[in-house]
């Protein structure tokens, strides 16, 4: 993973807006301080996607998450209640990655085409290679940790909010990207293990096709 990409994440999904709770909730109020905490995320993202050009299923999940997050914020009644929706809309997202393995249709591997389509291969020819027998149970299993990475810092974010209130707004800013960056390296090891499986997979279709 790039170094200067995993720098800039930590600085504004995590620093900037631990910053600004940090020393806006006095002034502001909880509320405030929370939504404009947001902001740096929002921009930094709404950047990554014009510069990336991710124009695709990966980029149209990324943006209309991006934009539903900050409508039920700006929504909300109070800061409390803004994290309580957020819960909510994690486990939401929760069971959309869970339906799409239900109607196997797995988000990981359309997120693995629009890669695969970046490193110069056909969309149409990519998905067909990863519904492979072997190939495609590994999708399902990379999207279930998608469902899972949801599900807990959804869970974990209610119990600090059930604990604490909205004042622990702080702890779950630094305790959510330690578990969103525990998770991003399961994912990404789950991308590397099926890409293996994927290039033994061709090798064995070239070795066939030659005798």
Do not use: C
């Not at 997120?111 to 998905?127: I, P, T």
């Amino acid at each position: 993973m790039n170094k200067k990409l995993v720098l800039l994440d930590l600085i504004f999904y995590a620093a900037i807006p631990y910053i600004i709770w940090t020393y806006g909730k006095d002034p502001l109020g909880d509320y405030w301080a929370i939504l404009l905490s947001t902001l740096p995320g929002f921009i930094y993202t709404v950047y990554r996607f014009m510069v990336e050009k991710q124009f695709n299923t990966s980029g149209l999940f990324i943006i209309s998450s991006l934009f539903i997050n900050t409508a039920v914020n700006l929504i909300s009644s109070s800061a409390e209640s803004m994290l309580w929706n957020q819960v909510y809309l994690g486990l939401a997202y929760a069971l959309v990655f869970l339906l799409s393995m239900l109607f196997k249709n797995p988000l990981g591997l359309y997120f693995a085409v629009d890669w695969a389509y970046l490193q110069g291969y056909e969309r149409k020819s990519s998905k067909a290679l990863f519904r492979t027998k072997g190939i495609f149970k590994g999708f399902q299993l990379l999207t279930l940790l998608f469902v899972v990475r949801s599900a807990f810092q959804s869970t974990l974010k209610m119990w600090l909010l059930i604990q604490y209130g909205a004042e622990s707004y702080g702890q779950m800013i630094i305790y959510l990207n330690i578990s969103g960056w525990i998770f991003s390296g399961l994912i990404m090891f789950g991308f590397l293990h099926i890409s293996v499986k994927v290039n033994n997979y061709k090798q064995n279709q070239t070795e066939t096709i030659g005798t």
